[in-house]
T-cell receptor, first 112, second 113 residues
Framework: EPEVTQTPSHQVTQMGQEVILRCVPI?????FYWYRQILGQKVEFLVS????????KSEIFDDQFSVERPDGSNFTLKIRSTKLEDSAMYFC??????????FGPGTRLTVL | SQQGEEDPQALSIQEGENATMNCSYK?????LQWYRQNSGRGLVHLIL?????REKHSGRLRVTLDTSKKSSSLLITASRAADTASYFC?????????????FGGGTRLMVKP
């Protein structure tokens, strides 16, 4: 069964460094998302992406964040200058449209 | 409460018993989805119920939706130890261009063997 994949599973970085989190959505899906979950807290929406552009973003998704679909399969989240409070589990999700969103296994980002 | 709040926050039952988790939300929705998360792992989609539906079944799962009360419930029948996980409801709202999901805080379910 097709699934969303994410790499790396765990990323450790120093504060101020740039990180790129990678996702491969399910191949026939059209809508892509990034969410994050700080330890012990709710899953929070960051950004949605459709037709090669951002369709919606949350207040969390400030100028330090960007997304890209560099080719037909990858979907990336870049954090330009990481902060301690960016430490969280980052989930990628995809869907065909108004159906279920399927989530990847997540990348645990630790900012030191 | 915020959009998508689960109740109870934690639930402990014996194997074989039924588990019921509730979710409330505040605004009109397009659909409501239930997800499961094992500790430190990804979110697994369980079931989606649309705003014009009242009940859906999938195996041992039964989901109801009451749009007049803005609430949903997830029933797991004949629970197993392997059902131990956190369960989240998430809603998509009408007039939402990106179909973003708004998650509740989750119910931590423990099923004792």
């Amino acid at each position: 069964e097709p699934e969303v994949t994410q790499t790396p599973s765990h990323q450790v970085t120093q504060m101020g460094q740039e990180v790129i989190l990678r996702c491969v959505p399910i191949s026939n899906h059209l809508y892509f998302y990034w969410y994050r979950q700080i330890l012990g807290q709710k899953v929070e929406f960051l950004v949605s992406f459709y037709n090669n552009e951002i369709s919606e973003k949350s207040e969390i998704f400030d100028d330090q964040f960007s997304v890209e679909r560099p080719d037909g399969s990858n979907f990336t989240l870049k954090i330009r200058s990481t902060k301690l409070e960016d430490s969280a589990m980052y989930f990628c999700a995809s869907t065909t449209g108004r159906g279920p969103q399927y989530f990847g296994p997540g990348t645990r980002l630790t900012v030191l | 409460s915020q959009q998508g709040e689960e109740d109870p926050q934690a639930l402990s039952i014996q194997e074989g018993e039924n588990a019921t988790m509730n979710c409330s939300y505040k605004t009109s929705i397009n659909n409501l989805q239930w997800y499961r998360q094992n500790s430190g792992r990804g979110l697994v989609h369980l079931i989606l119920i649309r705003s014009n539906e009242r009940e859906k079944h999938s195996g041992r799962l039964r989901v109801t939706l009451d749009t007049s009360k803005k609430s949903s419930s997830l029933l797991i029948t004949a629970s197993r130890a392997a059902d131990t996980a956190s369960y989240f409801c998430a809603t998509t709202m009408n007039n939402n261009a990106g179909n973003m999901l708004t998650f509740g805080g989750g119910t931590r379910l423990m099923v004792k063997p």
